[in-house]
């Protein structure tokens, strides 16, 4: 598998998620032409074909901030909150880099993708296209 097939336009780091890495149910929102639930994967993909959210020139979007519910420069306190700053940092460093990085990262418990917010409750979105399939 690809490396940027885990590094979803939105700047989630795939391989951090169960569906992938315990289920096997999903491999990353690039990984094959289905695609069914995701409007920030429309938009950036099949819309702007474009790979990654940055190269747009509305970056970052409302829509991209309404996911993130954005919190600039925080530390790993919920996996989406970072979704932009991990844009940013493919931009300066490279898919290969950063994947390496948040390898690190998830190895180590700083980066993951749980079902509960930090408050404990339900993140009913915990993938944009959580619904899917594939």
């Not at 919920?78 to 948040?102: A, S, T």
């Not at 180590?108 to 296209?129: A, K, L, T, V, W």
């Amino acid at each position: 598998m690809n490396k940027k097939d885990l590094a979803s336009p939105c700047g989630i780091f795939c391989a951090a998620c169960p569906r992938f890495y315990k289920y096997g149910i999903c491999k990353g929102c690039r990984a094959d032409t289905f695609h069914d639930a995701c409007e920030i994967y429309d938009c950036c993909v099949r819309i702007g074909g474009m790979e990654f959210c940055f190269e747009c020139n509305l970056f970052p979007c409302q829509r991209l901030k309404t996911f993130s519910n954005y919190h600039p420069g925080e530390n790993f306190a919920h996996y989406r909150h970072i979704v932009i700053d991990n844009l940013l940092k493919i931009k300066e460093i490279g898919v290969e880099n950063w994947y390496i990085l948040m390898t690190q990262k998830f190895m180590q418990g700083e980066y993951g993708i749980q079902q509960r917010n930090p408050d404990g409750s339900f993140d009913i979105s915990c993938c944009p296209c959580c619904n899917t399939t594939k």
